[in-house]
């Protein structure tokens, strides 16, 4: 391995979790406040609003022009959110009712097209959420239209007292939930109906959903921005926290309105976030000719395109319109960084550094793994909607006494997709492991030694496999296994006495880990990047990056584009900031931070893909509390 002189500084990991790193000044922003957290920074963000199976969506014809329009948002690269009605009813002037749903048991060609028109967004950048249930209240005819979907209510209807109850929100969101479920969609968000609801019945919406794309009509101060609440959430099972996103530019309905809009923009700098019905654009369509001078039918769905030369649709003139002001479509995973999510209660008394977060069942998703004095136990981990979904209970895997000095943390030792428990001692220097099974770590064997006195142990992965590093007494010590037999090779790299080591991919140009190291004295993280065979080049200072005396220091690819980023947490404000790795050894700060979520000074930060998407997710465990809390990531790895 290279000689390397250090004077800069690294990551450190307790138990196979991120610990705290304190550094530079950091001067708090308004988000610690939640006062406007999008002033000033251009964000415009499009929702499609009343997207159900019913009127002009009601026809094969009419999803092929809702998909163009789709389309057409898609190629001029703005992110797009879809308010879906999962079952429409409506009640004929025959007094005969009509129903269609997303979760029809036996679903017709218009249904079934339906739900591909949705999975087609989905994949391409589309973010659904949940417009309620139905839209609509009761099985008979009123007067005020109520009966029917898009025009009626659902909740919080004077003269219906049970659509004000707890039982009857708990009840249309989980019909909802299965309804997206059924059809193989995710949903991203909650919208009450006309933004009709009870305050009461919001804390049901936020237990199963950690994003409200509608305004904080209970917090008059946060109606034209969003607003984040960092309390729990206690219908079903106990979460943390919650994010309102509103839409105050409200709705286009004519020309007029888009230069009123457009108007609007160019005089304020808040977040332009508006919804809009497909439906408008219908007339700008025509269907695209087949060769055969046939309308194109592709997958069953009739083919629309704009027609030639028309620039004038609504949709045209708000997209080229915020562009020439400067700006930017976001969706909602860009301007919230982090989904609030799931709550996970480890044993009383359980201690951080005795938590490791790694996927030991195989399922993809993050196990977390609780060493006890004698027994290793796990939680295994099941992060998908809703977020009330409860956890499974502790289960113990291993039943062995770990040596006080014994340095534990997950490795894939054998290479099955599953990490194993390896622990090694650093009076003796021997290294054992216990291999992950069918809910069971096998017995533990002796796997080999190492030098005595190691600190610091993290994986190192490699494109030749799995591998460690570790601090020695002269510098670092790389270890690699062949058929499971340990061989390790000393440098006399020079690290500064407070120096911590991470290891983590910083480059998408190869499948090797890279080298932070943070120094508390120096302030300043750097890397020493891999340049194959073992060695690693001279360390560089990370730019953009700053931090406050009390910050934690976390490292994840938080959107998924193969380079991890740095993350910072402030447990005293409960702000979390993200530094995005752009490459070439640079890091920028994203728009906006995360929070404040997961305050308490007390609290401790770590990183783990929880749910499985290749993306980093974050976690603050409470000690006092013994609770885990989970906000998870969806963010684009092209934005």
Not at 223 to 249: C, E, F, K, W
Request: net charge negative; charged share 25%; glycine share 10%.
């Amino acid at each position: 391995m290279k000689r390397k002189l250090w004077q800069q500084i690294g990551i450190g990991i307790v138990g196979g979790l991120l610990a705290a790193v304190a550094l530079a000044v950091y001067i708090p922003t308004q988000t610690e406040t939640n006062d406007s957290p999008n002033a000033g920074k251009r964000h415009v963000m499009i929702r499609l609003e009343d997207v159900g199976l019913g009127g002009d969506y009601n026809t094969l014809e009419g999803l092929g022009k809702l998909r163009a329009v789709m389309n057409y948002i898609e190629s001029e690269d703005v992110p797009f959110h879809v308010a879906v009605i999962p079952r429409r009813m409506s009640l004929q002037d025959d007094g005969v009712w009509k129903e269609k749903g997303i979760d029809d048991p036996n679903p017709d060609e218009v249904v079934s097209a339906f739900i591909q028109v949705l999975q087609q967004a989905e994949q391409h950048g589309g973010v659904l959420g949940m417009h309620g249930y139905r839209h609509q209240y009761g099985e008979t005819y009123r007067s005020d239209g109520e009966q029917n979907s898009g025009i009626g209510s659902e909740f919080n209807i004077k003269d219906a007292p049970e659509t004000q109850e707890l039982s009857y929100a708990a009840e249309r969101m989980k019909e909802s939930l299965a309804a997206f479920a059924r059809a193989g969609l995710h949903p991203a968000f909650w919208e009450s109906p006309h933004y009709k609801d009870t305050h009461e019945q919001q804390g049901v919406f936020r237990s199963f959903v950690g994003l409200m794309y509608q305004p904080d009509l209970y917090a008059k101060s946060a109606r034209d921005d969003m607003n984040t609440y960092d309390t729990i959430n206690t219908y079903g099972q106990d979460s943390l926290g919650s994010v309102y996103i509103p839409a105050p530019y409200r709705y286009i309905s004519d020309d007029k309105s888009v230069d009123q809009m457009l108007d609007k923009a160019a005089k304020d700098d808040g977040l332009a976030s508006f919804y809009f019905h497909p439906f408008l654009e219908f007339s700008h369509l025509e269907p695209v000719i087949g060769t055969d001078g046939n309308p194109a039918v592709k997958e069953g769905i009739p083919l629309y395109q704009y027609k030639e030369g028309d620039t004038s649709s609504y949709l045209h003139k708000l997209i080229a319109g915020f562009k020439k002001l400067d700006y930017r479509w976001m969706s909602l995973h860009d301007i919230v960084p982090f989904t609030p999510a799931h709550r996970v209660t480890l044993p009383p008394r359980t201690k951080l550094q005795n938590v490791m977060l790694g996927d030991v069942t195989g399922r993809g998703h993050a196990d977390v793994v609780v060493r006890q004095l004698h027994r290793i136990l796990v939680i295994p981990g099941n992060y998908e909607m809703p977020r009330n979904r409860p956890q499974e209970a502790s289960q113990v895997w291993l039943r062995e006494t770990f040596a006080p000095e014994e340095q534990i943390l997950l490795v894939d030792v054998n290479n099955d997709g599953r990490q194993d428990l390896l622990a090694y001692n650093a009076e003796t220097g021997n290294v054992r492991v216990a291999i992950a099974d069918q809910k069971q770590f096998l017995p533990v064997r002796a796997m080999g030694a190492l030098p005595l006195g190691l600190s610091s142990l993290r994986t190192l992965r490699s494109s030749s496999g799995m591998g460690l590093i570790a601090r020695g007494d002269k510098g670092l010590v790389q270890v690699n296994w062949l058929n499971q037999q340990l061989t390790y090779q000393e440098s006399d790299t020079k690290l500064p006495e407070d120096a911590e080591i991470f290891t983590a991919h910083m480059q998408n140009t190869a499948a090797d880990d890279d080298i932070l190291c943070v120094s508390h004295k120096d302030r300043r993280v750097s890397i020493m990047y891999r340049q194959g065979q073992g060695l690693f080049a001279d360390p560089q200072t990370a730019g953009g990056v700053s931090f406050g005396n009390s910050d934690q220091l976390l490292v994840g690819d938080t959107n998924g584009d193969g380079r991890s980023d740095l993350i910072v947490y402030n447990a005293e404000t409960g702000i979390w900031r993200v530094f995005q790795n752009e490459g070439d050894n640079h890091f920028q700060p994203l728009d906006n931070e995360f929070g404040p979520w997961a305050q308490g000074k007390e609290r401790r930060a770590v990183v783990a893909d929880f749910d499985g998407n290749q993306k980093m997710d974050m976690g603050s465990y409470d000690e006092t509390g013994h609770v885990l809390d989970l906000a998870l990531s969806f963010r684009s790895g092209t934005r």
